[in-house]
């Protein structure tokens, strides 16, 4: 069983006129400038990052607010059910984030930062993006006899992520359709 980590907070809400704006200047600039948003939110820096926390969590927060939208649209129109289900899904999900400009933007320009947000065990992306495949998981396979939904779950994110940022770990090109080929594989 894995062991959770560091307490992660829950999601901003959608309508936090921050989070708005943060949203807006990540798709428009593939990045988050701490002082032009804190200026455009009308408050300081220091209580940008008192509400908010570090830029770290406030990208987490921005990408899996756009995350969660993309995941609203996207899953209604996978069909498959079971293993099938999950590995379109996650493809589905990958290939979405891959073509959105702010995504590329931020994975060129900001290879260690992106890394360290989306994959981090503690930061948001990761820890809420397990917790919503491991719902998924149990809705499509059930509980499984011999380790955990979670596990699972983990083992999941963490092949989708291996194809889909392979470019930055190895320099080969990421390949979002293995990574659709190895979940199916690892969930039968």
């Given at each position: ?8 907070p ?8 921050v ?103 503690d930061g ?65």
């Amino acid at each position: 069983m894995m062991s959770p980590p560091q307490e992660i907070p829950d999601p901003l809400p959608v309508d936090d006129p921050v989070l708005r704006a943060a949203v807006a200047m990540f798709d428009r600039d593939g990045w988050i400038d701490a002082r032009a948003l804190a200026q455009e939110a009308g408050i300081g820096r220091a209580t940008l990052y008192r509400r908010y926390g570090d830029r770290d969590r406030l990208l987490g927060e921005v990408i899996w607010s756009i995350a969660t939208a993309e995941f609203a649209r996207v899953h209604p129109r996978c069909r498959g059910r079971g293993a099938d289900g999950i590995a379109d899904l996650v493809h589905a999900i990958l290939h979405t984030s891959a073509r959105l400009p702010s995504m590329r933007r931020f994975l060129a320009d900001h290879p260690e930062t992106a890394l360290r947000v989306m994959t981090s065990r503690d930061g948001v992306m990761q820890h809420r993006l397990i917790s919503t495949l491991t719902r998924i998981v149990r809705a499509e396979i059930g509980e499984p006899d011999d380790t955990d939904a979670a596990t699972l779950a983990y083992a999941v994110t963490r092949v989708g992520e291996s194809f889909y940022y392979r470019e930055l770990i190895t320099g080969e090109p990421a390949d979002i359709d293995a990574a659709a080929v190895v979940i199916r594989r690892l969930l039968r």
